[in-house]
């Protein structure tokens, strides 16, 4: 198929000989490069539009008592958003300690067992998890956890960490693997067993791209609203209850977004605010701490 | 003391005792356990949507596949304008989102200043940092009213009113500015990064030698990106688009912000509809009874199954690519 392409080429090469076809090629050429340039920029466009938009509908809203109040009646001045940032920071916290201990302890196996059936599956299994609908991760956690028990704020969590399972996995085994061999080597040549060279050697070496996954992986479900839908439920009274419904800014930022009435809109675009802030920060963040170690990540 | 006898330290009990002491054992064992749990997960994801979903399958079958009366009340659920809904806002932005990613794609690979090429790729991949539920509220409040309407508005004067001399059906009325179309330039923007990211890694898996060999017999670089890169990659490139599609077709909060919600089956593209995740996400809380939970429950196993075998063939599509390559450029 490639010969043959290039073939085509020079045979229309040769019959293009005359100096009109050659400017005409050229001026294809550089049309069709040109066009490049201008559809990544265009692609760009929209990230700008949509940060710019956030910052200037949603600064407005911010105050103190955005920050500092819970949930109150529009009469009252519509209150804060402190019950939503709780309930996430519940949310998330909970979700990571669930999900980073299985994600770092499979990656590991994974890292070891990359060709054998067993790490085939389990590479498989976590493909298909990031591929997930996160919708369809709030029914499946619903079918378990909240049928007969009633949403809660567990039942989020554990949706969120569902989530974060195969980013952390995925990008903990990526580094585990581009850990030297020799390292690994030389410290069971010195008689270390081996889960001490994975933990004192091996885990050290890769560890800020293992903070780079997470940080990835916790920017990913703090802006997660489908799957809190039909786990976490959301509330307008502040909680930490973990048996019990719980805000979320995603949550609360939806609910105000279909709102009629226009200072929930604004107040909408203010959580935004929050939560684009917190995602770039994370984002950022995490390509700096292994920009020296892999390239596009 | 000194004479352990060495049949003991080979007998099987000891030999368990010293890995224990070791922690080799335990240490095993942990990360088998934690990789059996994912597996479990995923087969358990599977199980329990089918084994949910029973009582609206015993009760239709096959016709709540095909049948678009979807009354929640009247105890009907047909799902066909859900699907339709779904795959129309996906195509709208698969197609809206190929034509720039693989741009994206090429200008990175191909022509990108080293200079510029980390901010420019980061710049991309931040597209898709952006939470569903914040594009919602910018198409909702931003996007639609500054360019979908406008843009609905032209398309539906110049091509889909009758009475024109080219009348294009699928751009008909009435238009409201949420609508499949709205909801699939999103979609496009949405599933903009994840395209690019594989296809430019797939371009960077054709070997120099092909590039070279183009430029050495003379054609452009447009024409070597067109007759020799794209074609080598293209099977890769097939893998990204069909990643996007499970990427899109799933995708929930900025499509129901957007859609219009509305459940009956779409003529025209700049109609209102309604998506599978969207169904699922609005009337969950308000399903009363078993049949209709079960019938989006079956939804939701039609979402797992699609993005399942979306999943598995776009991996062997990319992975057939990069293996024809192991050692990869850049």
Same mark, same amino acid.
């Given at each position: 198929m490639v010969t043959q392409a290039v073939r085509t080429t020079s045979q229309e090469r040769v019959k293009l000989k005359s100096t009109s076809a050659q400017g005409r090629r050229a001026a294809i050429n550089s049309i069709t490069l040109g066009l490049t340039w201008i559809a990544t920029f265009a692609a760009i466009i929209p990230l700008v539009w949509v940060i710019g938009d956030v910052i200037s509908r949603g600064l407005p809203y911010m105050s103190a008592e955005f920050f500092t109040s819970t949930f109150k009646p529009l009469t009252l001045?519509?209150?804060?958003v402190l019950h939503a940032i709780v309930g996430s920071a519940e949310l998330v916290g909970i979700a990571s300690l669930i999900s980073i201990p299985i994600a770092i302890l499979a990656a590991i196996y994974v890292s070891e067992h990359r060709n054998t059936t067993f790490g085939l599956v389990i590479r498989f299994s976590t493909d298909v998890m990031s591929g997930l609908p996160s919708i369809v991760v709030g029914l499946f956690v619903y079918t378990f956890?909240?049928?007969?028990?009633?949403?809660s704020a567990f039942a989020g969590s554990v949706a969120l960490a569902i989530m974060m399972i195969p980013i952390v996995l995925r990008t903990t085994e990526e580094m585990l693997m581009l850990v030297p061999r020799a390292l690994r080597e030389g410290s069971l040549g010195l008689g270390a067993t081996e889960w001490k060279t994975m933990i004192l050697i091996v885990l050290p070496a890769a560890v800020s791209g293992i903070i780079t996954g997470i940080l990835l992986a916790i920017a990913r479900v703090s802006g997660e609203a489908a799957p809190l839908l039909l786990t976490?439920?959301?509330?307008?009274v502040l909680s930490t209850s973990l048996s019990q419904p719980i805000a979320a800014l995603p949550l609360t930022m939806y609910k105000y977004a279909i709102d009629p009435s226009p200072i929930r809109n604004g107040q909408a675009w203010a959580i935004a605010l929050v939560i684009v802030v917190f995602v770039l920060i994370l984002n950022l963040s995490a390509r700096a701490l292994t920009r020296n170690r892999v390239k596009g990540l | 003391m000194t004479s352990i006898p060495a049949s003991v330290v080979r007998s099987p009990s000891a030999r368990l005792g010293r890995a224990l002491a070791h922690g080799d054992v335990p240490y095993r064992l942990i990360t088998v356990a934690a990789s059996i749990v994912l597996i479990l997960l995923v087969v358990s994801f599977g199980l329990m949507l089918w084994i949910t979903s029973a009582p609206t399958r015993t009760q239709f079958g096959l016709q709540s596949l095909i049948s678009s009366d979807w009354n929640p009340s009247g105890e009907i659920f047909g799902s066909l304008p859900f699907v339709v809904g779904t795959l129309l806002t996906s195509l709208v932005g698969l197609a809206i989102a190929l034509p720039f990613s693989l741009s994206i794609a090429i200008f990175l690979v191909e022509l990108c200043p080293p200079r510029l090429r980390g901010p420019v790729g980061t710049m991309v991949e931040l597209l898709a940092a952006i939470p569903s539920v914040v594009y919602g509220l910018w198409g909702l409040f931003a996007f639609i009213p500054a360019v979908v309407k406008p843009l609905g508005d032209f398309l539906l004067k110049l091509?889909? *009113? /009758? *009475?024109?001399f080219i009348y294009l059906p699928f751009l008909s =009325? /009435?238009?409201? =500015? *949420?609508s499949i179309f709205a909801s699939g330039v999103i979609l496009a923007i949405m599933v903009v990064p994840s395209i690019t990211a594989i296809t430019r890694d797939v371009l960077l898996a054709v070997p120099a030698a092909q590039r070279e060999a183009s430029f050495a017999l003379g054609a452009t670089h447009s024409e070597t990106i067109s007759k020799v890169i794209l074609p080598y990659g293209m099977s890769g490139i097939l893998g990204a688009i069909i990643l996007g599609l499970g990427r899109a077709l799933g995708e929930t909060m900025a499509v129901t912000m957007t859609v219009g919600n509305v459940s009956e089956l779409p003529t025209s593209l700049l109609n209102p509809g309604y998506t599978m995740s969207s169904v699922i996400a609005n009337e969950w809380g308000e399903a009363r009874s078993l049949l209709h939970s079960s019938a989006l429950l079956e939804i939701g196993l039609m979402l797992f199954a699609t993005s399942l075998l979306l999943n598995v063939l776009a991996r062997l599509l990319v992975w057939s690519v990069s293996r024809k390559n192991p050692d990869q450029r850049g």
């Open positions: 001045g519509g209150g804060g956890l909240v049928s007969g028990q009633g949403y976490a439920q959301g509330s307008n | 091509l889909g *009113t /009758p *009475t024109n =009325g /009435p238009f409201f =500015g *949420t």
